[in-house]
């Protein structure tokens, strides 16, 4: 379950707001993704851990790319995602 979000922008495309952040077809590829997380109960396979150790404890950033541009950046502790954020690619 999604217990915090690091941006409002985030937050907003969550709760089906428009966000200047992301086109629209963005935000629907991105709120697919964040209650997908929003619902997991343990870390998935799927999601890349920030840190490259292919890990997946507690405690940890990971990210969900869900395009060439975006992702989905989070920590991962006791079955909880904390600092939910959408960042680019840098």
């Known amino acids: 379950m999604i217990r915090s979000f690091k941006s409002k922008e985030t937050e907003k495309i969550f709760s089906r707001q428009k966000s200047a952040l992301l086109s629209e077809e963005m935000q629907r590829l991105a709120l697919r993704e964040l209650r997908v997380l929003d619902q997991s109960l343990v870390a998935k396979e799927s999601w890349v851990p920030a840190n490259g150790n ?36 840098t």
């Open 54 to 89: 292919g890990t997946h404890g507690d405690g940890r950033r990971y990210i969900i790319p869900f395009s060439d541009q975006w992702r989905i950046a989070f920590e991962w502790r006791d079955g909880h995602a904390y600092d939910v954020d959408i960042v680019g690619e």
